[in-house]
């Protein structure tokens, strides 16, 4: 049995909670903080200290990041300080907490743990999972396995990056009527189909749990849309099983 810590940067919060790898279960209460703003390396790095803290934590730890994670250097982050560009998240977060981390894509993480545990369990073929948040994050499976990285939220609708008008920051800040958001989410659900043909599409971020607001707004597509079933613990899960299997 494996308890590993897992940590879940996104651009409004930052939560950590141990858990077990081997049921996906969180095995003890979840911690939340703020993420800084502006949310340049010292302070989040700081944030992720302080979380690590309150869940008394030494052991192995997983931490999701918003943007392009290779080989534990980040290589985007279009929702926090753009200063974290070219820097080694591994060794910024190893010194920080003084633990063992493993670091990778915030979407990615959410993706891995819903294959195992939820909505993607046991799926084969192309199963695409979109978290629909401060961005829009996706993860892609084919046949079980992740492609990593992919970063279709910023796939161009109407000339803008799609997270823009379709993410759930969007129809907050813009303050739109379900029926309007669901319109950008149909767009750009469509434009994804017509790329890449999935088997599955899971829809993920805190979002999905008010799918009955807009899942049947939306078009029929090929694909089946299932809303997220893990929800807001997915990107600990993932990332504590992705520490796990490093
Ligand atoms: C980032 C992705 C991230 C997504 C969700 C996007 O802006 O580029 O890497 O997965 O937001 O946080």
Redesign the pocket.
């Known amino acids: 049995m494996a308890h590993v810590l897992g940590i879940d940067i996104?651009?409004s919060g930052v939560k950590a909670a141990p858990v077990d790898t081997n049921t996906g279960q969180l095995i003890a209460e979840r911690q939340k903080l703020d993420t800084p703003y502006p949310a340049t390396p010292d302070a989040v790095t700081a944030v992720v200290a302080d979380l690590v803290k309150s869940c008394r934590w030494s052991g192995m730890a997983g931490i999701t990041?918003?943007?392009?994670v290779i080989g534990g250097a980040i290589r985007?982050?279009?929702?926090l300080d753009s200063s974290w560009i070219g820097t080694n998240g591994v060794e910024a977060f190893s010194q920080a907490t003084g633990l063992n981390v493993t670091l990778l894509?915030?979407?990615?993480a959410a993706g891995v743990a819903e294959m195992k545990f939820g909505a993607g369990k046991g799926e084969r073929g192309t199963v695409l999972m979109l978290?629909l948040?401060?961005?829009?994050?996706?993860a892609l499976f084919i046949d079980g396995i992740l492609v990593p990285?992919t970063?279709f939220?910023?796939v161009e609708i109407h000339g803008k990056d799609a997270?823009k008008r379709a993410s759930e920051h969007a129809r907050e800040a813009e303050d739109l009527h379900w029926g309007v958001w669901a319109e950008r989410l149909d767009e750009y659900l469509l434009h994804m189909e017509a790329l890449l043909s999935p088997d599955l599409i899971i829809i993920g971020g805190g979002v999905s749990r008010k799918a009955d607001k807009f899942i049947p707004r939306l078009h029929d597509l090929h694909a089946r849309l299932v809303p997220a079933s893990l929800q807001n613990e997915a990107g600990i899960v993932g990332a504590a099983m992705a520490a796990d299997s490093a």
């Open positions: 996104g651009g990041f918003p943007g392009v985007t982050a279009a929702n894509n915030d979407a990615d978290t948040g401060t961005g829009i994050g996706s990285n970063e939220g910023h997270e």
